[in-house]
Structure formats: structure tokens, C-alpha cells
């Protein structure tokens, strides 16, 4: 039988969401603002769960200040799983968050073993990815954990409390949490602490509410610092507000891997890259046989065309004409994978030509 995993740093076998909200004792993201329908990661359910949302709902309403952290881990290109938080962070910015963006090179050092000059490269793809998407300079502020400022009391403000929080873990604490633990992995998971906590810091925003989107593989992270936070009398925090996503199908099911290009679609590949890997990998719901899928229909819940079109396609009435119509037996599994190559291909002509147009602003943005 096969091994299940599941844990911020590997995921192996099926993802029982539901048993994971339990689990987690997380909630169900059920009515929001009007405003969250416009972005179809909200409206189609693909952001499916929180912690304390209601502290950023309310910072929203009363247009007070509030903060979005996250970050990214500078490994592998940038692909369409990649673009559930970074539409976030473009949605949040909107609506007047402060947009912090971590980069995780110190855990992609201890956990991967890739060098900082690496990361940084990669880290640069991934931002330009960002600001194609829509993300603004003002009000944004990006930063490598190996290095968080050249103002030093910034600096040296995010250093003290990584080793402030390091005095209120346990590593039993961390067992509990992570399972399987080592020295470098609770040295970046307390450095990922100081990430989402060092915002309302008086050195940067002051104590506000931090809303942090992650996948769900990542709310041990969440709920550590949530738990350290608590036991921290002095400086005082706003305790921290999550959301949980759904994620986006490999091309052969599962979660995509950055480390092996044939589970996702890129956000630099060519077109006859995009149709070369939704053709050969990507894992169909449809039947064995023309006639079969005619008769008794496809699954479009666990075809991966069909997801990626959940994220791509705007048009709420196609997409559901979409669904019915492969559900049914009328539209055919080849056919589901070309409207999706289509609908891929032409989302990235244009997110390819602004990624060549951000280059030029790409400093505004690492300053």
C-alpha cells in the first residue's frame, strides 16, 4: 500500500480536505463581502477555509490598516499552482493590505540544500510572475529572510525575534507539529515565525491583523506560530488570520512538484509546450472508450483540464456549460484537453508579454 505523507515540506497520497478542516479545527469559508465574488479563486470555492478572517473583514469595512504576509520558496519556475497566492496578493492590495512577500532561501537551503545566489535568481522570475499579475511597488515590500533589510534596526528587529520566539517552542512542541524534525527545519520554521509575526513589529506597521493564504499543507506553520505568539508577553500580537486553498492538480494528478516539469504548465512555456504536456500528461475523468464517455459522460471534478479552466476560464456560464456538457457524454475528453490548451495559451501570450514589460521595474520592487 502506499505511503501517505502530508507536511509542509512533502505530500504523498490522497488529500481528504474534510478531514483535514476537522483535523486542523479550521473553519469553512462560507459568506464574505460582496467584493471577494470578483475573484473566482473565492467565488468557485478553490479558497475554501480560514482562521479569523473576520479581524481582516472588519479592517476592510472600516478601511483600517491590515497587513497580507507571505512568501515564496525560490525553487522550481513558477507555475499555475503558484498563482493561487500570487492573485492574492494582487486582490488584497486592492483592497488597501500592505503586501509583505518573504523569501524563503534559508529554508530552501536547510530543506534543499540550494545555494542563496540560486534562490535569488529564481526568487526574480517568480516576482516579475508577480507583477505581471498586477502586483503594485507602493504599499509592497519583498525581502530575502538571509538578509530582511539594510535599515538595521529593521533588521535586527526581525533577527531578535526569531530568537525571542526560539525561548517559547519546545521540541516536543515541534515533534507534535511536524512529525519527523531536524535542526535546520526548526531553525526555518522559526525564522518563518518571525516572517509572519515581525509586521506588527513598531520597527515596520505596529500590531495590526496579518491575514496569511497558504495551502493546507502548510498550517503547521500557522499553528505553531499562533501558539508561540501567545506565550510572547512582550511585544504583544494581533494573533494571526489564515486562509487555506485548494490545490491545483499536477498534469497526473496530485499536487504539482516544481521539481519535475512534466506535472505542471509553466508560466514561460511555449504553446507547443502547453499542448504537448496537456495531451500527453494530463490525467483525464473522461471514460476508456468514445463510446462508454458517450454514454455514461466524464468526471470533470477530477480532470485536470477542467481544473485548470476552473482558474483560467472568467466567463462563470461557460465554465458550467463546460462542466455539463462533459458530464453528459457531449463533449468529448479531447476536446475538454484543446479548449484548455486554448484558454492556456492565451492567458499566457499576454502574461508572458507584461513579464518581458516588468523587467524594467523589477528594481522598484527589491529596493
Known amino acids: 500500500m502506499p505511503t501517505n505523507k502530508f507536511n509542509p515540506w512533502e505530500i504523498k497520497g490522497d488529500i481528504n480536505y474534510k478531514k483535514l478542516i476537522k483535523e486542523f479545527g479550521i473553519s469553512p469559508l462560507n459568506q464574505l463581502p460582496e467584493i471577494f465574488n470578483k475573484e473566482i479563486l473565492?467565488?468557485?470555492?478553490?479558497?475554501?477555509?480560514?482562521?479569523?478572517?473576520?479581524?481582516?473583514?472588519?479592517?476592510?469595512?472600516?478601511?483600517?490598516?491590515?497587513?497580507?504576509?507571505?512568501?515564496?520558496?525560490?525553487?522550481?519556475?513558477?507555475?499555475?499552482?503558484?498563482?493561487?497566492?500570487?492573485?492574492?496578493?494582487?486582490?488584497?492590495?486592492?483592497?488597501?493590505?500592505?503586501?509583505?512577500?518573504a523569501v524563503a532561501d534559508i529554508e530552501a537551503y536547510n530543506a534543499r540544500g540550494q545555494s542563496l545566489e540560486q534562490s535569488k535568481k529564481i526568487a526574480e522570475d517568480y516576482i516579475l510572475n508577480y507583477i505581471a499579475l498586477g502586483?503594485?511597488?507602493?504599499?509592497?515590500?519583498?525581502?530575502?529572510?538571509?538578509?530582511?533589510?539594510?535599515?538595521?534596526?529593521?533588521?535586527?528587529?526581525?533577527?531578535?525575534?526569531?530568537n525571542l520566539l526560539s525561548n517559547h517552542a519546545t521540541f516536543n512542541e515541534f515533534k507534535a507539529v511536524y512529525g519527523d524534525i531536524t535542526?535546520?527545519?526548526?531553525?526555518?520554521?522559526?525564522?518563518?515565525?518571525?516572517?509572519?509575526?515581525?509586521?506588527?513589529?513598531?520597527?515596520?506597521?505596529?500590531?495590526?491583523?496579518?491575514?496569511?493564504?497558504?495551502?493546507?499543507?502548510?498550517?503547521?506553520?500557522?499553528?505553531?506560530?499562533?501558539?508561540?505568539?501567545?506565550?510572547?508577553?512582550?511585544?504583544?500580537?494581533?494573533?494571526?488570520?489564515?486562509?487555506?486553498?485548494?490545490?491545483?492538480?499536477?498534469?497526473?494528478?496530485?499536487?504539482?512538484?516544481?521539481?519535475?516539469?512534466?506535472?505542471?504548465?509553466?508560466?514561460?512555456?511555449?504553446?507547443?509546450?502547453?499542448?504537448?504536456?496537456?495531451?500527453?500528461?494530463?490525467?483525464?475523468g473522461g471514460q476508456p472508450t468514445l463510446e462508454e464517455h458517450r454514454k455514461k459522460g466524464g468526471n470533470p471534478d477530477i480532470d485536470v483540464s477542467y481544473q485548470y479552466l476552473k482558474i483560467l476560464e472568467q466567463d462563470d456560464n461557460k465554465l458550467k456549460e463546460i462542466y455539463n456538457n462533459y458530464k453528459s457524454g457531449k463533449l468529448l475528453t479531447g476536446e475538454l484537453k484543446a479548449l484548455t490548451i486554448d484558454t492556456i495559451n492565451n492567458f499566457l501570450k499576454q502574461h508572458q508579454a507584461k513579464m518581458k514589460d516588468a523587467k524594467k521595474d523589477i528594481d522598484k520592487y527589491l529596493a
Not at 140 to 161: G, M, P, V, W
Open 42 to 101: 473565492f467565488r468557485r470555492k478553490i479558497i475554501f477555509a480560514h482562521r479569523d478572517i473576520q479581524r481582516i473583514l472588519q479592517a476592510i469595512q472600516n478601511k483600517k490598516k491590515f497587513v497580507m504576509m507571505t512568501g515564496l520558496m525560490p525553487t522550481g519556475k513558477f507555475h499555475l499552482g503558484h498563482m493561487i497566492i500570487a492573485r492574492q496578493m494582487v486582490f488584497y492590495q486592492n483592497l488597501g493590505a500592505k503586501i509583505y512577500i
Open 135 to 162: 502586483l503594485k511597488p507602493q504599499n509592497c515590500e519583498i525581502y530575502f529572510q538571509s538578509e530582511r533589510s539594510k535599515d538595521a534596526k529593521k533588521s535586527n528587529a526581525y533577527y531578535r525575534l526569531q
Open 183 to 284: 535542526p535546520g527545519k526548526m531553525l526555518s520554521s522559526l525564522l518563518q515565525a518571525s516572517d509572519m509575526l515581525h509586521p506588527q513589529l513598531k520597527e515596520f506597521e505596529n500590531i495590526c491583523p496579518v491575514i496569511v493564504p497558504v495551502g493546507i499543507d502548510q498550517d503547521p506553520h500557522i499553528r505553531l506560530t499562533r501558539d508561540i505568539s501567545k506565550r510572547v508577553k512582550n511585544p504583544k500580537f494581533t494573533q494571526l488570520s489564515s486562509t487555506y486553498n485548494l490545490f491545483i492538480s499536477g498534469l497526473k494528478g496530485g499536487k504539482m512538484s516544481a521539481s519535475d516539469p512534466t506535472s505542471y504548465i509553466a508560466s514561460t512555456d511555449s504553446p507547443k509546450e502547453v499542448k504537448k504536456k496537456i495531451n500527453k500528461y494530463a490525467f483525464s
